[in-house]
């Protein structure tokens, strides 16, 4: 069973640039989590999708947006990079929103802003 | 405010002696607790999860942690530790049923010293 699947792995974009990442969660999951993790903040939570709605958001600028196909997979974006920005995004997936913070997470996209 | 302490930026150990990570969180009516791994350049693992029920949980790998109310710590421990535990540990908290917005700790990492 193939895990979740982040894409790309690296990038590096200049500030002022946009980006939008991608996430296939694994076969069967309906629910997909966005983490941003940097070596001063920690791991943060960005935003819950769950069949196409947004069920969370964290305390992040509106610049920091996302959706959730009808095949589960789901996409962030952040639009006018800063170089705080920097970080590894992570995506995660659980069966369901009854299997409270049983997550499954990708790789991760690490993000590098010049 | 809802938060995770870890106590413990990092503890070296010796292969084959036993560990205790601590973890402490703010307290609020329901808590959903969990321990993730983290290795290198990888996204996190689950290792465990209190949800409800006793408060003694078993993991993978051989690790286990004891949900305590009273003192709102959830400390990780293993018995006996091998080279292949060194990794970054997170401890991380739910205070909502069925979602997915956990608050992470700012991580352990465990370097296990042959």
């Known amino acids: 069973k193939a895990g979740v699947t982040q894409t790309p792995r690296y990038l590096i974009k200049t500030r002022g640039q946009q980006v939008t990442l991608s996430c296939s969660p694994i076969s069967g999951h309906r629910s997909v989590s966005w983490y941003q993790q940097t070596p001063g903040q920690g791991l943060q939570f960005l935003f819950e999708y769950f069949s196409e709605t947004q069920r969370n958001k964290g305390n992040f600028p509106g610049r920091f947006s996302g959706r959730q196909f009808s095949n589960s997979r789901s996409e962030m974006n952040v639009s006018t990079l800063e170089l705080g920005d920097s970080a590894l995004y992570l995506c995660?997936?659980?069966?369901?929103?009854?299997?409270?913070?049983?997550?499954?997470f990708g790789e991760g996209s690490r993000l590098t802003v010049l | 405010a809802q938060s995770v302490t870890q106590l413990d930026s990092q503890v070296p150990v010796f292969e084959e002696a036993p560990v205790e990570l601590r973890c402490n969180y703010s307290?609020?009516?329901?808590?959903?607790l969990f321990w993730y791994v983290q290795y290198p350049n990888q996204g996190l693992q689950l290792l465990l999860k209190y949800l409800s029920g006793s408060t003694l949980v078993k993991g993978i790998n051989g690790f286990e942690a004891e949900f305590n109310k009273s003192q709102t710590s959830f400390h990780l421990r293993k018995p006996s530790v091998h080279i292949s535990d060194t990794a970054e540990y997170f401890c991380a908290v739910s205070y909502q049923t069925g979602a997915n917005n956990l608050f992470f700790g700012t991580g352990t990492r465990l370097t296990v010293i042959p």
């Open positions: 995660a997936s659980s069966k369901n929103r009854r299997d409270t913070g049983e997550l499954f």
């Open positions: 307290s609020s009516v329901s808590v959903y």
